[in-house]
């Protein structure tokens, strides 16, 4: 059975400062999505890394993959206070199942 | 907006209960998932319908049951509501029958509560 873990899953940041919140999956996958949830939203598709070593950035976020270390990272660089949301990895099963298999999340709060 | 939508937003009901979600994909998507969301459990697969045939199931109790129609909108089925059925359940698509290279895309949800 996939299991995917994100730490931490609580994250309080001062505007300004740096952070990275960590997704490890048990099994082989090459592909890996974030999405951002506000409270009471849905969820928005932030990045899809679709192969070992992808790198992929926008504003303040970059996102990368490892698939030798079953290994994802989402850095938040100079946080602002928009950033304040939960944010989720989720991992493609693959095949014809096509289906994602979600962290529990990252609930970030950014701080003045 | 994704263009997923969910209907209804809300719904309130009481134990023993049924009740219908809809779900009506992206225009060009053909494969509809259902997620159900809760507080304990976080976000959980249920069910995967692709062009009508089901996929895959994930955590799907016997109470719940899906179906995707011809016009390729999907509704799922929850009967004998419990009140941990209480949740946040969201409708996903996506064009193929598998990911590909792009996202899921996500519908608002339908917050159901059960009293």
């Known amino acids: 059975e996939l299991k995917v873990e994100q730490n931490p899953l609580f994250l309080s940041m001062q505007e300004g400062k740096n952070y990275t919140i960590y997704c490890n999956y048990s099994?082989?996958?090459?592909?890996l999505y974030w999405y951002r949830q506000d409270p009471g939203k849905s969820l928005e598709s932030l990045f899809v890394l679709l192969s070992n070593g992808a790198v992929k950035q926008e504003g303040r976020l970059m996102a990368s993959l490892d698939t030798k270390a079953r290994l994802s990272t989402l850095h938040i660089t100079a946080a602002v206070h928009d950033l304040s949301a939960t944010y989720f990895c989720a991992v493609d099963m693959g095949g014809s199942q096509g289906n994602l298999i979600f962290g529990k999340g990252t609930k970030l709060s950014v701080k003045p | 907006d994704s263009g997923v939508t969910q209907t209804p937003k809300h719904l309130i009901t009481a134990t023993g209960q049924r009740v219908t979600l809809r779900c009506s994909p992206r225009s060009g998507d053909l494969s509809v998932y259902w997620y159900q969301q809760s507080l304990d459990q976080g976000l959980q697969f249920l069910i995967h319908?692709?062009?009508?045939?089901?996929?895959a199931k994930g955590n799907i109790l016997e109470r719940f049951s899906a179906q995707q129609f011809p016009d390729l909108h999907s509704e799922l089925n929850l009967s004998s509501l419990e009140l941990g059925d209480s949740a946040l359940y969201f409708c996903?698509?996506?064009?193929?029958?598998?990911?590909?290279?792009?996202?899921?895309?996500f519908g608002n949800g339908t917050r159901l509560t059960v009293t």
């Open positions: 319908y692709y062009n009508g045939e089901e996929r």
């Open positions: 099994t082989t996958s090459d592909r």
């Open positions: 996903a698509s996506s064009v193929g029958v598998g990911l590909s290279d792009s996202p899921l895309h």
